[in-house]
T-cell receptor, first 115, second 112 residues
Framework: NAGVMQNPRHLVRRRGQEARLRCSPM?????VYWYRQLPEEGLKFMVY????????ESGMPKERFSAEFPKEGPSILRIQQVVRGDSAAYFC?????????????FGPGTRLTVL | GNSVTQMEGPVTLSEEAFLTINCTYT??????LFWYVQYPGEGLQLLLK?????DKGSNKGFEATYRKETTSFHLEKGSVQVSDSAVYFC???????????FGKGTKLTVNP
């Protein structure tokens, strides 16, 4: 059973470009969470999604950031018009059940660098 | 609000030394507590957890006890190895919430 997969592992963008980060949850998991890890910081919750639904986006910046988890395919975290402050590691986690933080499994992360 | 405070790093130890990484929390509800480990270039892995007061989580020689009276969940290991070098994160979740709240992480380096 493959773990949580994220791609790309490393992404370099220039200021003003768009960044698309993908997350494929573990097989059988229908709940996806995105976290951001700024340099020298812990992970901060961004958004929680189920298939075709955003359940909690209280950690998402109000502008430029969006997330989706379509019926088919991976979850996508999109950052429009990136700025240097968006440089961070973005981690995705998945779980089979709602509200079950005991079974949040993390992917290896995407490290975004904005030049 | 809910928050986690863990000791500032980095921590450098010699092999076979005793390890303690302090973690305290503030929570509006009754949290579950976790320790995650992040090896270089990898994602987080759950190391151990405890879901109620006085529970002891343990794994790979690491232990942590959920202390409600001191709101703490300190990580300990009796004899560290070079392979334990990593960043360790303390985290909590409140029942019914899907969010994990993390501390800033403590980088541990174990020298041979």
């Amino acid at each position: 059973n493959a773990g949580v997969m994220q791609n790309p592992r490393h992404l370099v963008r220039r200021r003003g470009q768009e960044a698309r980060l993908r997350c494929s949850p573990m097989k059988g998991h229908s709940h996806v969470y995105w976290y951001r890890q700024l340099p020298e910081e812990g992970l901060k919750f961004m958004v929680y999604l189920q298939k075709e639904n955003i359940i909690d986006e209280s950690g998402m910046p109000k502008e430029r950031f969006s997330a989706e988890f379509p019926k088919e395919g991976p979850s996508i975290l999109r950052i429009q018009q990136v700025v240097r402050g968006d440089s961070a590691a973005y981690f995705c986690a998945s779980s089979p059940r709602r509200g079950d933080t005991d079974t949040q499994y993390f992917g290896p992360g995407t490290r975004l660098t904005v030049l | 609000g809910n928050s986690v405070t863990q000791m500032e790093g980095p921590v450098t130890l010699s092999e076979e030394a005793f390890l303690t990484i302090n973690c305290t929390y503030t929570a509006t509800g009754y949290p579950s507590l976790f320790w995650y480990v992040q090896y270089p270039g990898e994602g987080l892995q759950l190391l151990l957890k405890a879901t109620k007061a006085d529970d002891k989580g343990s794994n790979k020689g690491f232990e942590a006890t959920y202390r409600k009276e001191t709101t703490s969940f300190h990580l300990e290991k009796g004899s560290v190895q070079v392979s334990d070098s990593a960043v360790y994160f303390c985290a909590l979740s409140i029942g019914g919430s899907e969010k994990l709240v993390f501390g800033k992480g403590t980088k541990l380096t174990v020298n041979p």
